[in-house]
Nanobody
Framework: QVQLVESGGGLVQPGGSLRLSCAAS????????MGWYRQAPGKQRELVAR???????NYADFVKGRFTISRDNAKNTVYVQMNSLKPEDTAVYYC??????????WGQGTQVTVSS
């Protein structure tokens, strides 16, 4: 089965940095788009960053210039480097791969809390 496992979340102060990782199993994802999404309490899940199979990247306006998405196809892993973190970045961050056929697959999420 396809499984995505996020790691790297935690508590950081405003202005700090984190790197999130998402390791996939059950697929070889070099041919698939990958994305990071986040969901804060009371809010809809929203796109943070996306990277296509060809390496094209897109970012939400609220993270542009602060976050960098990358992928290592040999390791079946996608990353997001998160710099200059703000309290508004506090959310559960989710990894997504797809579509595989008609399905997207999501990780379990990792909590990022930005607070002094």
């Amino acid at each position: 089965q396809v499984q995505l496992v996020e790691s790297g979340g935690g508590l950081v102060q405003p202005g700090g940095s984190l790197r999130l990782s998402c390791a996939a199993s059950g697929i070889t994802f070099s041919g698939y788009d990958m994305g990071w999404y986040r969901q804060a309490p009371g809010k809809q899940r929203e796109l943070v960053a996306r990277i296509t199979s060809g390496g094209r990247v897109n970012y939400a306006d609220f993270v542009k210039g602060r976050f960098t998405i990358s992928r290592d196809n040999a390791k079946n892993t996608v990353y997001v480097q998160m710099n200059s973190l703000k309290p508004e970045d506090t959310a559960v961050y989710y990894c997504r791969v797809g579509p595989l056929g008609v399905r997207f697959y999501w990780g379990q999420g990792t909590q990022v809390t930005v607070s002094s």
